[in-house]
């Protein structure tokens, strides 16, 4: 992908990174950044949206042989051989993307990491943890609508890491290439999935064109 080219990933990084660009992806992804796109319509495309992803970030889950059977006779099917998943909002505006998630990993775990961007220097600050117990057997999907500095989505990574878990997921609906390049590069190992490349910070750290805050567009707070 031409995007992909322009920000300058090595190798190594752009195959850990994953650019969802299904046409309905599209479609969605254009009526969220719509500025007269309701709150309730809203909400429901970054759920949808979220389980799109969820396909993607789960592409490489391992199957093994189970013996179903059916109305009219036996026969073998493949099921996800014993996988176990968290899902890991950044919040708040992470919470509008778990139940997307949830709808196609029904059994998954939740965690929460709470950040919160200081509006001058913008770096994030940790306000709430709350994870399983068992996070560190699990896949860590973290998710997070926009990925702007890549501040808070690193702080959130870091932190899984000190807790023991190996294999994280970042799943973000729109990106900015400086978030990309930080997250990339602050973690060898974590696997990034966005809907959206856009194009570029601006001063205040807010992606171009992106959607707006996320957050308020999703709980309805924006303000007059």
């Given at each position: ?215 308020d567009r999703i709980f309805g707070t924006l303000q007059p």
């Amino acid at each position: 992908m031409a995007q992909l080219d322009a920000i300058g990933l090595t190798p190594e990084q752009r195959a850990r990174m994953t650019v969802v660009d299904h046409p309905m992806v599209q479609h969605k992804v254009a009526i969220l950044r719509d500025e007269s796109t309701g709150t309730k319509q809203f909400r429901d495309l970054v759920r949808e949206l979220a389980m799109f992803e969820g396909y993607e970030a789960t592409r490489d889950f391992p199957l093994e042989p189970v013996e179903v059977t059916t109305p009219l006779e036996t026969c073998t099917c493949h099921k996800i051989a014993g996988k176990k998943v968290a899902v890991v909002p950044i919040l708040r505006a992470g919470l509008g993307m778990v139940d997307g998630i949830l709808d196609l990993v029904p059994a998954a775990r939740v965690g929460h990491i709470g950040m919160y961007r200081d509006p001058e220097t913008h770096e994030p600050h940790e306000y709430y943890c709350k994870l399983p117990e068992d996070v560190d057997k699990r896949t860590c999907l973290v998710v997070d609508p926009m990925l702007a500095t890549g501040g808070s989505a690193i702080a959130a990574i870091d932190y899984l890491r000190r807790s023991g878990v190996s294999d994280v997921r970042l799943l973000v609906l729109v990106a900015a290439p400086e978030g990309v390049r930080a997250v990339l590069e602050a973690d060898p190992g974590v696997r990034l999935y966005t809907c959206a490349l856009d194009r570029e910070l601006n001063d205040h750290a807010y992606i171009l064109p992106g959607l707006g805050d996320a957050g308020d567009r999703i709980f309805g707070t924006l303000q007059p």
